[in-house]
């Protein structure tokens, strides 16, 4: 049964693959799984029949027979946990990258995403400095920490997991802010990743979605 995402119709980024639909497409391909994409414009998001998806109103979601999820982690582990390809067999690895896949989403993904909120709603206050000067410190502190990790391995704890799937997608947010450049082995990370036929798939797919939107 061919799975049904949901995307924005239109998206602020224009197709740069910044909206959290890119890690479930991105996990999709990673394992094989056709699926098919359901857009939704700003307005429909918060129709009934879109908040019975997800009552917040938000992309993305996830439908599959009689099953409906929201909240991208959920989506992702769901894929990885009824395919194989993203989350190690034996029981302790395993745990290992779903803790990777909570790093990224509860420890790495708040400050990095405030940032981006606040340089967007925030620039004119008066406290706006001083507020992404905190951000940044807090995103440096992480950067430094996964770096110590990696060292001079591919990948978070062994293979590409679902771990690095999330983490990349949430590192991705700070290309160009001179935050992930500050760290080459990081960027060289998140460039590896990038790098995967799965991403470029899904990259291209979402990119379609706002060339479509521009020639129509
Ligand atoms: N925790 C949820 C999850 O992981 O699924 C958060 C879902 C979420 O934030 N969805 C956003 C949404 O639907 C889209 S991804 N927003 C509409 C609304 O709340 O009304 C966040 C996002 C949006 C736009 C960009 N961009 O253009 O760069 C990047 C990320």
């Given at each position: ?88 067999g ?17 420890s ?13 709603l ?9 507020r992404?000067?905190a ?82």
């Amino acid at each position: 049964m061919r799975p049904i995402i949901t995307a924005f119709e239109s998206s602020p980024d224009r197709g740069k693959g910044l909206a959290r639909d890119m890690r479930v497409r991105w996990a999709l391909e990673e394992v094989g799984q056709p699926y098919d994409v359901r857009l939704v414009s700003f307005r429909a998001l918060k129709a009934p029949e879109h908040r019975a998806r997800n009552p917040f109103g938000q992309i993305p979601t996830y439908e599959e027979g009689g099953l409906t999820l929201f909240e991208s982690g959920a989506i992702v582990l769901h894929i990885a946990e009824r395919h194989p390809g993203l989350l190690p067999g034996d029981p302790d690895a395993r745990a290992r990258a779903i803790m990777w896949m909570f790093a990224a989403l509860n420890s790495v993904e708040p400050p990095i995403f405030e940032r981006s909120l606040a340089r967007i709603l925030e620039r004119d206050q008066p406290w706006f400095e001083q507020r992404l000067q905190a951000l940044d410190k807090s995103i440096r502190r992480y950067l430094g920490d996964l770096s110590r990790h990696l060292g001079d391995a591919e990948w978070l704890d062994g293979p590409f997991s679902a771990g690095d799937l999330l983490m990349v997608t949430v590192l991705r947010r700070l290309e160009g802010s001179g935050l992930l450049e500050a760290h080459p082995d990081i960027a060289a990370y998140v460039a590896r990743a990038e790098a995967r036929p799965a991403y470029q798939r899904a990259f291209a797919a979402q990119l379609a979605v706002f060339e479509a939107a521009s020639d129509g």
